[in-house]
């Protein structure tokens, strides 16, 4: 009740100011002219169910609706779902989908909101709605046992585009889990028309397992609490928005993204590939920048970013702190089809080249496959595979042909220490070697770091040296370097 | 109004007792002093020594019980002691059927139903505190609320999807030789709405703050205390005539002193 009333107070005042500022600068106001009417006192006609939809896409724009009781009807489910390929974690999600339902109001509805908690979920929850004004955003209202439901109502007062969220305890959790989404409140007779719209959320995931760790990954607390994420990614997952999930478009066409940040802890450098935001409204509030190349969303924020598709291509949206999307999976697509304007651009699109490259240390094609391989492998198939992992590994500083660096790196060509002892070769690969050695009678006095490879690579590539350059024909099996594994 | 259903329901007790059945497995508890991660206040809490089920109620035991005493199959209850959701899954007022795991454990299943159970055997819930001092051992130490590893699993099972289907016991044996403290369903204990969560919990910070700020539990880089954020808001969540999926029980005896 304060609040309603010292917002009855101010707003008037607000508005007198507003008018004041913008006829003494002389310029078009980018407010629309319903926000000289208090939205306190917009009267709703008649009730309608509101249209809830999963990303990427929105409800249908609400034109020139009058306001009207809204309901809401909302589900949270806890599911599995999948991060990236082979990767799966327990979502908990406002409508089953994240980021939740979007869900599209106009300024002056009555929304009245009512929050399923599936009998299946083992947690309260709640909502917080930014775009609601009161105490905890609704919060307090919402909160509901599993197998039960809550219903609560608010005015939408202040147009533009808000977060909501869960804020039950550990709030942290909750989010980091996947529950957020937004809520679009559109000012009196809509947002200017565009010709199409897409619902864009950027989140961060913290698992037990390292980026591209296979299999069901619980949630690391430890690491969201050092915000230290393992997945960056657009709307719930890696490859939410590429290949087929692609978002799409025609050249000619302006195409508004809605995007908002749930975090829980990281800020989105927004940015798409090739295109520059005609209109960015700044945290998706009334105030309009243009010719925008990044926009800046706050965790628990958002941006509703305009722009027109001048040339065919696929362009690629990326939050631009550029390891988030090139490792951790913060990337989408947007494909143009149509023809091209030499004029505008005149250069060949390549698509390939924005792959995501996942999270581990880049490797060699081949490399990767070597463990499935090897299982049933030959002498030669292990001295090519080996070559690989040699080439990847050892030729920086033991050279194209095993001749080393005179003074630096020992030779592996023709060698007596490597030759002599096989076993304190494999030792070698595994633990790194420091100190003083001989090799053909030169001096070394270096640093070999430890190798993190496989015991099937560790075999691969010894045997490779050791059927190479001279040396003794000595074959490697994983078995060996096991065993010296376990010597220690 | 809560006050007024214990009375009522304390009369509808005495009317009930004396049938008595078979008593489950108990391991005796030595009590002690502890630090609840929330507590009553912040202080230390002493429980004295007590019995408590090894395993939680499981659905045959339950099914067993209602066969008995038929108030408390699902067509009978009234609704002031168990809502809609009471049994929801079983066939029918004495039939598990297909979806129901008899040897899982007990659940959608409200308070007072649970507090008749237990009553029925001769037995009480436990009270929050006992739980809590039990479900903070290890498998080796008898409190480990300090050990990451052990809070992370607790963590990691309060996450995992449908484990109400695994069957008692499927988890570990802890320190005190019980069974399924963490890992299955939630258990209700005897005062679980003497804790007053909201639901908003940033507010909680400022309006409970013994509960929030005792025990340095504001510090929530501590992983044992989301667990226990995750326990307290869910006890804050439900009322006593709530039935829940995820949500069972077990039995705990005074010892005679």
């Given at each position: 009740m304060k609040i309603k009333q010292s917002i009855n107070r101010v707003l008037p005042v607000l508005t007198v100011l507003g008018l004041a500022l913008l006829a003494s600068c002389g310029t078009e106001g980018t407010k629309k002219e319903g926000s000289a009417v208090d939205p306190l006192n917009i009267k709703v006609e008649g009730t309608m169910d509101a249209e809830l939809t999963a990303p990427p896409f929105v409800p249908a724009p609400v034109g020139d609706r009058p306001a009207k009781k809204l309901f809401v009807d909302m589900e949270i489910l806890e599911q599995e779902g999948t991060m990236a390929n082979g990767v799966t974690y327990v979502y908990w999600t406002f409508g089953g989908s994240v980021p939740g339902s979007f869900i599209r109001t106009r300024v002056g509805d009555e929304v009245e909101f009512t929050l399923k908690n599936h009998p299946d979920n083992k947690l309260p929850h709640n909502i917080d709605l930014h775009a609601v004004t009161g105490p905890g955003g609704g919060a307090a209202s919402s909160f509901v046992a599993p197998g039960h439901e809550v219903t609560f109502s608010f005015k939408t007062l202040n147009p533009g585009l808000y977060v909501y969220h869960c804020a039950?305890?550990?709030?942290?959790?909750?989010?980091?889990?996947?529950?957020y989404g937004?809520?679009?409140?559109?000012?009196?007779?809509?947002?200017?028309?565009?010709?199409?719209?897409?619902?864009?959320?950027?989140?961060?995931?913290?698992?037990?397992?390292?980026?591209?760790?296979?299999?069901?990954?619980?949630?690391?607390?430890?690491?969201?609490?050092?915000?230290?994420?393992?997945?960056?990614?657009?709307?719930?997952?890696?490859?939410?928005?590429?290949?087929?999930?692609?978002?799409?478009?025609?050249?000619?066409?302006?195409?508004?993204?809605?995007?908002?940040?749930?975090?829980?802890?990281?800020?989105?450098?927004?940015?798409?590939?090739?295109?520059?935001?005609?209109?960015?409204?700044?945290?998706?509030?009334?105030?309009?920048?243009?010719?925008?190349?990044?926009?800046?969303?706050?965790?628990?924020?958002?941006?509703?970013?305009?722009?027109?598709?001048?040339?065919?291509?696929?362009?690629?949206?990326?939050?631009?702190?550029?390891?988030?999307?090139?490792?951790?999976?913060?990337?989408?697509?947007?494909?143009?089809?149509?023809?091209?304007?030499?004029?505008v651009y005149s250069g060949k699109q390549v698509e390939g080249i924005y792959n995501p490259e996942g999270g581990s240390i880049q490797s060699m094609p081949g490399e990767a496959k070597a463990p499935a391989a090897a299982v049933a492998v030959s002498v030669e198939e292990r001295i090519k595979l080996g070559k690989q992992i040699y080439s990847q590994t050892c030729f920086a500083c033991h050279q194209g042909e095993g001749q080393g660096i005179a003074g630096a790196f020992p030779p592996l060509a023709k060698s007596d220490y490597l030759n002599a002892d096989v076993d304190r070769a494999i030792g070698i690969v595994l633990h790194g070697l420091t100190g003083e050695i001989t090799v053909n009678g030169a001096k070394y006095n270096s640093v070999m770091t430890a190798q993190t490879l496989t015991d099937e690579e560790v075999a691969n590539v010894l045997t490779f040296i050791y059927n190479s350059w001279g040396n003794n024909k000595t074959e490697v099996t994983p078995m060996m370097v096991t065993k010296v594994k376990s010597a220690h | 109004m809560r006050l007024k259903s214990i009375i009522l329901f304390g009369i509808l007790l005495q009317s009930a007792a004396g049938f008595g059945q078979e008593p489950s497995e108990m391991k005796k508890i030595k009590g002690g002093t502890f630090v609840p991660l929330y507590g009553t206040d912040s202080s230390e809490i002493y429980v004295r020594d007590f019995e408590l089920d090894v395993y939680p109620v499981t659905n045959e035991q339950f099914l067993a019980f209602v066969k008995k005493y038929p108030k408390w199959q699902r067509s009978e209850v009234k609704t002031l002691f168990a809502d809609n959701n009471y049994l929801r899954k079983w066939e029918s007022?004495?039939?598990?059927?297909?979806?129901?795991?008899?040897?899982?454990?007990?659940?959608?299943?409200?308070?007072?139903?649970?507090?008749?159970?237990?009553?029925?055997?001769?037995?009480?819930?436990?009270?929050?505190?006992?739980?809590?001092?039990?479900?903070?051992?290890?498998?080796?130490?008898?409190?480990?609320?300090?050990?990451?590893?052990?809070?992370?699993?607790?963590?990691?099972?309060?996450?995992?999807?449908?484990?109400?289907?695994?069957?008692?016991?499927?988890?570990?044996?802890?320190?005190?030789?019980?069974?399924?403290?963490?890992?299955?369903?939630?258990?209700?204990?005897?005062?679980?709405?003497?804790v007053l969560i909201s639901g908003e919990s940033r507010q909680d910070v400022d309006t409970e703050r013994n509960l929030f700020c005792g025990s340095g539990a504001v510090n929530a880089s501590n992983l044992m205390d989301y667990a226990a954020f995750m326990r307290y808001a869910f006890r804050g969540s439900i009322k006593a005539n709530y039935s829940i999926q995820n949500l069972g029980f077990r039995c705990a005896k005074s010892l005679k002193q």
């Open positions: 039950t305890a550990p709030v942290g959790m909750h989010i980091a889990n996947g529950m937004l809520i679009l409140v559109e000012p009196e007779g809509g947002l200017p028309p565009v010709d199409r719209e897409y619902y864009v959320m950027q989140g961060d995931f913290y698992t037990a397992g390292e980026n591209g760790q296979p299999g069901l990954q619980p949630f690391d607390m430890q690491k969201a609490v050092d915000e230290d994420a393992d997945y960056v990614v657009f709307n719930g997952s890696v490859n939410s928005l590429t290949g087929d999930n692609a978002l799409t478009a025609k050249v000619g066409e302006t195409v508004r993204l809605y995007v908002g940040n749930g975090g829980p802890n990281l800020v989105s450098s927004f940015h798409v590939i090739g295109e520059i935001f005609d209109k960015v409204y700044v945290e998706g509030g009334s105030m309009i920048n243009e010719d925008v190349q990044t926009t800046l969303i706050p965790a628990g924020g958002a941006a509703i970013v305009d722009f027109k598709i001048d040339v065919p291509g696929t362009f690629i949206l990326v939050d631009h702190s550029i390891f988030r999307a090139f490792n951790k999976g913060a990337l989408g697509m947007l494909k143009a089809e149509g023809t091209e304007n030499k004029s | 007022d004495t039939e598990l059927g297909k979806e129901v795991v008899a040897k899982a454990p007990a659940t959608t299943i409200s308070w007072y139903a649970a507090k008749d159970y237990c009553a029925c055997q001769g037995k009480r819930l436990p009270s929050m505190d006992e739980w809590e001092y039990v479900a903070m051992a290890s498998e080796t130490k008898a409190n480990a609320q300090t050990d990451s590893i052990f809070n992370k699993r607790i963590v990691e099972g309060y996450e995992k999807p449908k484990t109400y289907l695994k069957p008692v016991g499927s988890t570990f044996k802890n320190y005190w030789g019980i069974y399924d403290m963490h890992g299955l369903v939630w258990e209700w204990t005897s005062d679980f709405n003497s």
